[in-house]
């Protein structure tokens, strides 16, 4: 098997792996509508802040979200909708 295939197995299992949390679902079905910022994420999904804020976190570094600052309020939405669409996330 080429290490090309490989490394692209690899990255599709890891972001399979990150999205294994029904609250980081949760936290997508949140924004699928519109960004958020992190006390409207918790708020909607019954989270903690300091809890979301890990998932969020998380989902960031696989690069499924991203976010934007205004104020001292950051406001997060989802990188590709297409590809969480295609894989059942969202519709």
Not at 4 to 23: F, V
Not at 40 to 51: C, D, H, K, R, Y
Request: glycine share 6%.
């Amino acid at each position: 098997m080429d290490k090309e295939r490989l490394s692209w197995a690899e990255n599709q299992a890891q972001y399979y792996k990150t999205l294994t949390s029904p609250r980081r679902v949760l936290i997508l079905w949140a924004l699928a509508k519109r960004e958020l910022s992190v006390g409207e994420i918790a708020s909607e999904v019954g989270a903690s802040m300091q809890n979301t804020s890990q998932h969020l976190n998380i989902l960031k570094k696989r690069g499924i979200l991203d976010c934007r600052r205004e104020g001292q309020t950051i406001y997060y939405f989802i990188v590709d909708r297409k590809l969480l669409n295609n894989m059942g996330i969202l519709q």
